[in-house]
Structure formats: structure tokens, C-alpha cells
């Protein structure tokens, strides 16, 4: 279970203005998993700590969106020592882990996306719902 999201470091440029057609390619990955001291109100337990990246660069050359930041899950001692063994041998996750933690970026970072790219005047880095007009 994702008990908390912390962000690291966001770091958000405007290179050029925007002209033209704008290709906008996302990027997100696990970089390290560790374990994690959690304090849980009285109780000490261990948890996992998921680094991750997010980016978005703007093309051509318009500009880039960065962030970094960490995702902390609680789970049982041996579901931890599971996926620490999985990553430490072959640098990957199971599945339903993976989907948990990297929806979790994708919701938080998407929406400080969303916010960061309008104040910059930049297009934004997912799809927005339109209203089409009926001829």
C-alpha cells in the first residue's frame, strides 16, 4: 500500500517560444528502490522507498520539464524482501507493484505538470478533454 509521495526536485525551462507544431514526449522510471524506515505513530516499521523520473521535453527545442522525487509503500516484510531481492538481481518490479507506484507518479506528476507548463506558457504535457461544436 503507497503511504506517501514526496517530490525532490522540479525543474521546469522554457527554451523558445512556441511556434508551430509541438511534439510533447513523456518519460517516467523507477530509478532505486530502497528500504525505509517508517515511524508510524508509536511503531517503527520498514518500508520501500521508489525513486523515480519524470519528464516531459517539448520539441522542437521548445522546453523541458523535470521532475524527481520518491514513492514510500507499506507493505509486509516479506512482500518487501521480495522486491528488493527482484530489484537488486534484474532491476525490475512485479507487475501489480509496478502499476501501483508508477500510476501514483503519473497522477501526481501530471497534474504539477498541468500547473507548472500553463504558468509557463507552455502546451500541456497530456491530452485535454474538448467540447466539439455540432454543425
Known sequence: M?????????HIEKKNPVTGKVDI????????VQESD???GRQKQKGLSFSFEFTSKFEPDIGELAFTGE???????????EIISAWQK?????????????????HRCNIEALILSRDLN????????KVKREE
Open 2 to 10: 503507497i503511504i506517501g509521495f514526496n517530490f525532490r526536485k522540479i
Open 25 to 32: 514526449n513523456n518519460n517516467v522510471g523507477i530509478k532505486d
Open 38 to 40: 517508517l515511524a508510524l
Open 71 to 81: 514513492v514510500i509503500y507499506l507493505g509486509d516484510s516479506k512482500t518487501n524482501d
Open 90 to 106: 534484474r532491476k525490475s518490479l512485479p507487475k501489480d507493484i509496478m502499476t501501483e507506484v508508477i500510476d501514483t507518479v503519473l
Open 122 to 129: 507552455l502546451p500541456p504535457p497530456v491530452p485535454l478533454p
